[in-house]
């Protein structure tokens, strides 16, 4: 009898010290060794240098919040976070596509299908919340929490018509105005017509 008793405190202390373990092993790593002298070497390899002719029609900002909860079997919740963002994503048209043609009293442009891309996801890391303390979070896990809610707001924005709609008005407005007063001017009176390409399905690019 006393040897199991004997067994199961063993046990017992053992799951302990690893809970605590898990828990506290980081923190107690970053109080003995994270006062050391840092060196830091910085490297560039290479730099290119690129034009582009990309001009931006519309652009998306979102402020939000992500919580992802981790749930464990009669333990209820283990691990959540709260992850405050900001998501920014660009609509826009490659003008190196664009074709321009004037015949008899018309002005004719058409540009290209427009392009989604440039998406950034910026957290105020500050404003962050968690709660491990059964489960604790990694920084592969963090990063993941991240990339896959910067993946989901893309697909988002990617399948909002209204949103493709809106950056095909502000890029025809653009370029109207950029063109307006060259056939203003002109000595014979021009029409502007601007039309962009409306492919039935467009894929985000650049992201």
Not at 22 to 39: E, M
Not at 136 to 156: D, F, G, H, M, N
Request: net charge negative.
């Amino acid at each position: 009898m006393r040897k199991a008793l004997r067994r199961l405190a063993a046990v017992a202390a053992c799951v302990a010290l690893a809970v605590v373990l898990a828990r506290f092993g980081p923190y107690l790593t970053a109080r003995l060794f994270g006062n050391g002298d840092i060196v830091r070497i910085s490297e560039r390899f290479s730099e290119a240098l690129r034009e582009k002719s990309e001009l931006v029609v519309y652009e998306v900002e979102v402020d939000g919040q992500e919580t992802v909860s981790q749930e464990a079997w009669l333990l209820g919740t283990v691990q959540k976070v709260e992850m405050p963002y900001t998501f920014l994503v660009r609509y826009y048209v490659d003008l190196s596509r664009a074709t321009v043609s004037a015949q008899e009293h018309t002005i004719h442009v058409q540009l290209p299908a427009l392009s989604m891309g440039y998406a950034q996801l910026e957290v105020d890391e500050t404003q962050v919340r968690t709660y491990d303390f059964l489960y604790s979070l990694t920084p592969q896990r963090y990063a993941e929490i991240k990339e896959e809610t910067r993946a989901r707001l893309v697909a988002e924005y990617a399948a909002d018509a209204s949103c493709w709609q809106k950056a095909r008005d502000a890029a025809v407005t653009s370029v109207e105005r950029l063109l307006d007063s060259v056939a203003a001017n002109a000595l014979t009176a021009y029409q502007l017509i601007v039309e962009v390409e409306t492919p039935a399905n467009v894929l985000a690019e650049a992201i």
